[in-house]
């Protein structure tokens, strides 16, 4: 199976087609309205109001629903108990990351206390500080006992990208916990001291001017998949240059992931200007997590280069997923400004990266709900929407489920971390910037963009 609009110069094509073979093989379609949780749904509550109760719900995916051991994300977690799940024990190394920033959200909004998040935080930094690393670099998926579990063949070991997700949720909380009490003051010392250990120098493969996604003891660098813009990994490359121990020189960043300027476009999609090319077939926009997973802490607004500006560049792929459904050219029933917001996650047939040229009908909520600081109007419709009028066919026990089609009557209950934590998250850094405050204030993530060559309020601050 091919997915569409994605060219093998993209890792993530390779991927993804992975996670399409997995979702096949183990969480076939089905009649999946059978075994509705019993869900209440609450009236006539403020956009404030909900927004915490979005919150609430979502995070419970990564306190309630952590993996017990760990204490981490679960990859997937199924509700309807249609076919059997066996995987549950599978920790997700990006959404762990995703999950730790979302426990931070928790506790100054109090949805649990400062002690329980702090106990929940240690669990999984002691967990991480003694599971298979490959030159600093955690592996896509984890067993309960720390050993690397294989996303795929060749894909057994270090993924610098998922690592990357996970590390900057490590100086999030570094930053949080660095003038508390002497047990916080030790827990940032462990999140510095995990973060530091990252050698993103080594997957340059032998010094090459652009950062690889894999590399195995096993297979070495096969995988072979240099990691260039543009798509989800942006902060991959921020991580990288601003690392205090195993930094890599600016010429990576511009001549790798923004080969050598090649990464720039002039486009105008519904009337909202893109300057960055998308790793996309054809003139168009990818999936919308590609807004979202490298901007949890790194913070667009404001935040420029010789490339882009990149709040302007994520609302204008946010809007044109908000007007590209209004149109709705493909007939698909429910699109329009409260039901919009096309990204990866399953699909009616296994699983797929969804964006306008690959639109299969179905709708992901964190598609839209993680967008809010982009279009904060927009993106209330849909929550709205979601709740008050689908409500139970769409909430469960940890929010939103992951996908669903109106047009199939496709309503899955089931739920993926890395789909679920950037809706806390980012809904938060619309709400306070709690987290971008975190991460922008990292003396080292100042220098390094300084270095890189960006712009932003808050590198001088």
């Known amino acids: 199976m091919i997915l569409k609009g994605f060219t093998s110069r993209n890792p993530l094509y390779f991927k993804l087609l992975a996670i399409v073979f997995m979702c096949i093989t183990s969480c076939t379609n089905g009649d999946s309205q059978t075994n509705n949780p019993n869900v209440k749904i609450k009236q006539g509550l403020s956009d404030d109001q909900l927004l915490d109760l979005v919150q609430r719900q979502t995070y419970k995916y990564f306190y309630e629903g952590a993996e017990p051991i760990s204490g981490l994300s679960r990859e997937r977690y199924h509700s309807d108990n249609i076919y059997p799940q066996n995987d549950k024990d599978i920790i997700a190394t990006g959404a762990s990351g995703f999950g730790m920033m979302g426990t931070i959200v928790a506790i100054e909004r109090k949805f649990i206390t400062r002690e329980e998040g702090f106990s929940h935080l240690k669990k999984g930094l002691d ?248 279009a904060k109007k927009e993106s209330m419709q849909v929550i709205r929407n979601l709740y008050e009028n689908l409500n139970d066919k769409v909430w469960g026990e940890f929010g939103f489920y992951d996908a669903y089609s109106e047009t199939e009557n496709w309503f899955p209950k089931r739920y993926i971390g890395i789909d679920q934590g950037p809706i806390v998250v980012m809904i938060e850094n619309g709400r306070t910037g709690l987290l971008w405050n975190l991460f922008m204030s990292a003396p080292e993530i100042k220098s390094g963009l300084t270095k890189l060559g960006f712009e932003s309020p808050e590198i001088k601050q």
């Open 127 to 374: 967990f991480l500080s003694k599971a298979d690393r490959f030159h600093g670099a955690w592996p896509h998926w984890m067993l309960p006992s720390g050993k690397a579990k294989a996303f795929g063949k060749d894909d057994d070991a270090g993924d610098l990208v998922e690592t990357s997700f996970l590390a900057q949720a490590l100086i999030c909380v570094r930053q949080y916990y660095a003038k508390g009490n002497t047990q916080e003051k030790e827990l940032a010392a462990k999140a510095d001291e995990l973060w530091r250990g990252i050698d993103w120098n080594f997957y340059r493969k032998d010094n090459e001017n652009v950062l690889y996604w894999h590399w195995s003891p096993n297979s070495g660098w096969k995988m072979n998949f240099a990691i260039t813009g543009y798509n989800e990994c942006l902060i991959t490359y921020v991580l990288a240059a601003c690392s205090p121990t195993h930094g890599v020189p600016a010429a990576v960043y511009h001549q790798g992931w923004a080969k050598s300027g090649k990464i720039n476009t002039n486009l105008s999609l519904y009337g909202h200007p893109v300057k960055l090319k998308h790793n996309v077939v054809g003139e168009n926009v990818g999936p919308l997590f590609w807004a979202h997973y490298s901007y949890l802490g790194l913070n667009p607004t404001g935040l420029k280069d010789r490339y882009a500006n990149y709040w302007e560049e994520n609302k204008s792929h946010t809007l044109i997923n908000y007007d590209y459904a209004i149109q709705n050219p493909k007939g698909f029933k429910g699109y329009g400004k409260n039901s919009w917001g096309l990204t990866a996650s399953y699909s009616v047939k296994g699983y797929a990266a969804h964006n306008p040229q690959e639109d299969l009908g179905v709708i992901a909520p964190t598609a839209a709900l993680s967008s809010y600081p982009y």
